[in-house]
């Protein structure tokens, strides 16, 4: 069986696409957003490194899910060499860029890298068996990709437990954003679906932020970025406005993870 792409205007799509690039696109924000905080709190040379890592990381699930699966089957396809290909470039990429890190860092961080290496893991069942699109796989896999900002933090002198807050801020984003897009994208397929866990759990992430911020350990700056996505969500999903292509969304969302980025990223760097 021979995997090949839609014809249209212009020919047949090439077939490497599929192979190479990940198809979520609520994935890129995942990684973008812990890759940009760490690098706007704490830049350095390693943080770039580590981040280009993480790409390669993210990277490779495509192809290497592929291969493997068609391995699983005891087949050979025309798109499992392409497969095979990819994985040995990102897997390439991912490497060389984690031993320059290690050359370039001025403090260990290599340790930093174990709770989200952890949940990347036990994603991988899950992708073996077409369940990756389950609540579970899919927060845990990008709380894994959300776990890219700890090692750049320690990377440049940052502290495990702190860099541990600054993860678990980025996780109440991501986990809250998870369940904002399934509600949307059902309330726009016309489908039902109650909102109320979404905007519930935006509700806690604001307050765990805002009782940080009260009682010195966090920023209100960071509240004031969840408190932006909490009325985000409650526009969309309750004010009737919930209908719009899937791609459009994620794009909506990318941006609002950037401004929740640079949002904590301010608050670590000024006083408030």
Do not use: C
Not at 77 to 92: I, W
Not at 181 to 208: D, N
């Amino acid at each position: 069986m021979e995997i090949t792409g839609k014809v249209g205007r212009s020919g047949a799509t090439p077939r490497w696409k599929g192979v190479a690039l990940p198809l979520e696109h609520g994935g890129w924000g995942f990684l973008l957003e812990p890759i940009l905080l760490g690098l706007l709190i704490a830049p350095s040379v390693a943080g770039v490194f580590i981040g280009l890592s993480v790409l390669g990381a993210f990277l490779l699930r495509t192809p290497l899910k592929l291969a493997l699966k068609d391995r699983m089957r005891g087949k050979r396809y025309a798109r499992t060499a392409d497969a095979e290909r990819f994985a040995a470039l990102y897997a390439a990429l991912m490497g060389v860029s984690f031993v320059l890190a290690l050359l370039t860092a001025q403090h260990a961080f290599v340790a930093a890298m174990v709770p989200p290496l952890v949940l990347a893991l036990a994603v991988i069942p899950y992708d073996l068996k077409n369940r990756s699109r389950e609540h579970v796989p899919e927060i845990a896999g990008a709380l894994a990709l959300n776990g890219a900002v700890m090692p750049i933090l320690l990377a440049s002198g940052w502290g495990l437990s702190a860099a541990l807050g600054v993860w678990a801020t980025l996780g109440l984003r991501t986990a809250s954003s998870i369940l904002y897009v399934r509600a949307r994208l059902r309330l726009a397929r016309e489908e039902a679906v109650s909102p109320t866990a979404a905007l519930a759990l935006h509700g806690l992430g604001l307050a765990v932020l805002a009782g940080a911020a009260a009682f010195g350990r966090g920023s209100w700056l960071a509240a004031l970025g969840m408190a932006v996505l909490l009325v985000r969500a409650v526009l969309f999903l309750t004010g009737g406005r919930a209908a719009a292509p899937a791609k459009v969304v994620g794009f909506q969302e990318m941006g609002f993870g950037v401004l929740f980025a640079v949002l904590v990223a301010l608050g670590y760097r000024l006083p408030l």
